[in-house]
Structures are given as C-alpha cells and as structure tokens.
C-alpha cells in the first residue's frame, strides 16, 4: 500500500534551517510528482511546491523562493524538504503530498504524509 | 490571500444534506479540474473528490461534487457525526503557477 512517511517534530530558532524527510514507498518513486503542502495552527493549507523525483526538477511558491530546496535521493526513495531563514510565521505542520495521476503536477493529491510540525521559537 | 472562496462553516442535523460553494476565476476552476479535501480535526487532509466530481476509492456516494464555469460544489447528503470535519476546494491557477486552497469549510452535524 501506498505511504508517505515524514521525519518527526522539531524546533527551530529563528533564522535557522529545518529539513524534512518523507519516505515513499508502495509505488513507482520516480514516476509522481512530490509536493509539499503546509498548515499553520488553526490555519488552512498553503501549497508550497513539487518536485519531480525523475528529473530533480522543482517549482517553488513565489513566496518561498530563495529559501526552499527539495531534494531526493531515489536509491532510498525519499523526498526531502529544506526551509532556511525561519520565521515565527513558519510554525506549521508540513506535509508532503503525491499527486494522483503519473507526471502530473497540476493533479490532485492521492497520499498524504503524516505531516511534520516545526515550530520556530526562540 | 485565497483566490478560492469558500464559506467559513456550514451546518445540518443528522441524516440531512449540506452544500459547500466554491467559488473562482477563469485561471483556476475555469480552466483546470477541482478537487475537494476532508481534514477530520487533528489528522492530515484527505482526498475526497477529484477532477470536479469522481470520488476515489472508499469515500461514500454520500459525498457528491460539481463544476460549472469557475464555481465547484461539494454536496453531502445524510450527514453522518464522523462528517463533521473542514472541508477544502483546491486547484491549479495558471497565473500564480501553483496549486491553491480554499480557506476551508467547517461542516458541523447538529
């Protein structure tokens, strides 16, 4: 069965980096687009970018950019998902996501991972 | 700020139905499918429809959706209590490059 298997909980100080792992497994790695998707407590979902786990190609939100990676190693088919420069602002739970058709990153979300809570205090 | 408008909470007694609206532009729901969300409180969201209207594997009839012009409705019928849960509409907009969310739907069983 399909699932999508996040790195724990953590805390980070302001100005630091967070990095996040999500183990896939249960289908083709290569063959989905990764997404990551994050929800800040009491909020709604904000869409933050997709990776092609083929290519290594990403997109990024514009208000992410200059400040987000994602990255992967498919030998262990996991995702990865690097924030730097945090904010308070970017206390939320992070998920990642694939999507529901192959090679189609404008496509809903089939799985989602367990999602990951950062919180950036000092 | 959404491009998705949804309203904030919606409600019904058991066994009753609730419809969720969804309204956009022609750069999102105009031109690209919707697809709707279930978050039970405390657990990650859930793939309810996809593609305006076809439900995955598992999720009840009860949960049926719609798209006309740049507007998508999500329809329940015979509420259940375990339907109580946010709701989101999302797809891709065209302008801004990138997937959007509604800011959600509360739906409360009375």
């Known amino acids: 069965q399909v699932q999508l298997v996040q790195s724990g909980a953590g805390v980070k100080k302001p100005g630091a980096s967070v990095k996040v792992s999500c183990k896939a497994s249960g289908y083709t790695f290569t063959g989905y687009y990764i997404h990551w998707v994050r929800q800040a407590p009491g909020q709604g979902l904000e869409w933050m970018g997709w990776m092609d786990p083929k290519s290594g190609g990403t997109r990024f939100a514009q208000k992410f950019r200059g400040r987000l990676t994602m990255t992967r190693d498919t030998s262990i088919t996991t995702a990865y998902m690097e924030l730097s420069r945090l904010i308070s602002d970017d206390t939320a739970v992070y998920y990642c996501?694939?999507?529901?058709?192959?090679?189609?990153?404008?496509?809903?979300?089939?799985?989602w991972g367990q999602g990951t809570m950062v919180i950036v205090s000092s | 700020q959404s491009v998705l408008t949804q309203p904030p909470s919606a409600s019904g007694a058991p066994g009753q139905g609730v419809t969720i609206s969804c309204s956009g532009s022609n750069s999102n729901i105009g031109s690209n499918t919707v697809n709707w969300y279930q978050q039970v409180p405390g657990t990650a969201p859930k793939l309810l429809i996809y593609s305006n209207f076809q439900r995955p594997s598992g999720v009840p009839d009860r949960f049926s959706a719609s798209k006309s012009g740049t507007s998508g409705t999500l329809a329940i019928s015979g509420l259940q209590s375990e339907d109580e849960a946010d709701y989101y509409c999302a797809a891709w907009d065209d302008i801004l490059d990138g997937y959007i969310f509604g800011k959600g739907t509360k739906v409360t069983v009375l």
């Open positions: 996501v694939k999507n529901r058709y192959q090679w189609n990153y404008r496509d809903s979300y089939d799985f």
